[in-house]
């Protein structure tokens, strides 16, 4: 396989993935992935930035048929779609040197069976010379490991980020599709991984901002050569400022709660609010995760099953908790056939985040003239609490 040239001396020498439909058995990949790797080939010495996933090693291996020395494996983050392949590539080159942050030899250790002593740490704005090639790392931790670096190469302008700024698209880094496309791509990527650590995100997009940048080379997805255009989305998803639609994410078995969140829906947008209906039966969680960057409301409708909450609602709220989404009221609405505990679960399982709670609208089997009524105060109240916020 032929190296990619980006700009002289910088290959990208990535896999694509282009089956690849689910991540961490959980995360769904419509569009397949990629895994980064890239060659930095300075006068004196050769430098690998991050590997791929460890079912594309023969790729990465391909790419290193005609590279006859590597003084330097770079590993950013020990995650092991991109450090996987970092056996197979020590073992080609014995003598290259395994370089990463302090915090995540442990962990490169215990994922992939490496020796501590094998790796050294490089610390936070340290330097590397290859020769006419100067790499400089930057500590940038919690995307979304604790362990994350970037590296800055410094003759090139180029900010490699790994998954910071990344894209789960099956594309070459050098391709490049539709920035709509790239850019719903890399939401989902975040809402799904990175939303937790916003607070971190934008230090490091603040310190960022003390580099010229020509180049972002993240290690999914497609290279950003307008670098302003993906660091301005991330800062618009990371803002406390523009959170102002409500999701509605509900189960339904019989289809009382189902009518209740259509009659929600219908009652908000009648009223200029935007929602976004998930049915948690069908959904893709990766929309869901995606709905939630943009949420200021989040309504969850589930009916009782047997005494409590249905537990694809329990999944969501779950998810939504530990996703740490900047939204700020909550309601729960639902059917219930003789009575349970399912809003006092569904309130448990959002109790880490901050909310306002609105009081639910629990109705007995289908709904009457009287819980439409309640339903469109519901609304009503929602809004007011819109508006109120954006004043
Ligand atoms: Fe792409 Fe956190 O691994």
Same mark, same amino acid.
């Given at each position: 396989? =032929? &190296?990619?040239?980006?700009?002289?001396?910088?290959?990208?020498?990535?896999?694509? %993935?282009?089956?690849?439909?689910?991540?961490?058995?959980?995360?769904?990949?419509?569009?397949? =992935?990629?895994?980064?790797?890239?060659?930095?080939?300075?006068?004196?010495?050769?430098? &690998?930035?991050?590997?791929?996933?460890?079912?594309?090693? *023969?790729?990465?291996?391909?790419?290193?048929? %005609?590279?006859?020395?590597?003084?330097?494996?770079?590993?950013?983050?020990?995650?092991?779609?991109?450090?996987?392949?970092?056996?197979?590539?020590?073992?080609?080159?014995?003598?290259?040197?395994?370089?990463?942050?302090?915090?995540? +030899?442990?962990?490169?250790?215990?994922?992939?069976?490496?020796?501590?002593?094998?790796? *050294?740490?490089?610390?936070?704005k340290e330097r590397l010379s290859l020769g006419s090639k100067t790499l400089e790392f930057i500590n940038t931790p919690w995307v979304h490991w604790p362990e994350t670096m970037s590296t800055y190469l410094i003759e090139d302008k180029i900010l490699f980020t790994c998954d910071l700024f990344g894209s789960h698209l099956a594309v070459s880094g050098l391709d490049e599709?539709?920035?709509?496309k790239v850019s719903e791509a890399a939401k989902r990527y975040y809402a799904e991984v990175m939303?937790?650590?916003?607070?971190? +995100?934008?230090?490091h997009i603040e310190r960022f901002a003390g580099y010229e940048v020509k180049i972002i080379a993240p290690s999914h997805g497609p290279i950003h050569f307008d670098t302003e255009r993906i660091m301005r989305s991330h800062l618009e998803w990371i803002s406390d400022g523009n959170a102002d639609s409500v999701v509605i994410a509900y189960a339904s078995m019989h289809g009382s709660t189902e009518t209740m969140a259509l009659r929600l829906t219908e009652a908000l947008s009648t009223r200029g609010v935007k929602v976004e209906l998930f049915n948690l039966a069908v959904a893709d969680t990766g929309k869901f995760a995606m709905s939630l960057v943009d949420a200021a409301t989040l309504v969850i409708g589930s009916p009782i099953v047997l005494t409590g909450a249905h537990p694809l609602v329990m999944g969501a709220a779950f998810m939504a908790n530990a996703l740490k989404p900047k939204v700020k009221n909550a309601c729960v609405i639902g059917s219930y056939g003789w009575g349970g505990k399912m809003a006092e679960q569904i309130t448990g399982a959002l109790s880490g985040l901050s909310l306002d709670w609105l009081p639910p609208v629990l109705i007995k089997g289908k709904p009457t003239e009287a819980d439409y009524k309640a339903l469109d105060e519901l609304a009503v109240a929602i809004e007011a609490r819109h508006r109120r916020a954006r004043s």
């Open positions: 396989m =032929t &190296l990619r040239k980006i700009t002289d001396g910088v290959f990208w020498a990535g896999a694509i %993935d282009w089956s690849r439909r689910l991540f961490d058995s959980l995360i769904p990949l419509p569009d397949g =992935t990629s895994y980064n790797a890239y060659l930095v080939n300075g006068e004196e010495k050769t430098a &690998l930035i991050d590997t791929v996933d460890p079912s594309k090693t *023969h790729i990465l291996m391909e790419y290193l048929e %005609d590279v006859p020395t590597l003084d330097f494996i770079v590993s950013q983050h020990a995650e092991q779609d991109h450090s996987g392949a970092i056996p197979a590539v020590l073992e080609k080159y014995p003598s290259a040197e395994l370089l990463a942050s302090q915090r995540a +030899i442990p962990l490169l250790s215990s994922h992939l069976g490496i020796s501590e002593d094998r790796i *050294h740490a490089v610390g936070d599709p539709d920035f709509s939303m937790p650590f916003r607070g971190q +995100i934008r230090k």
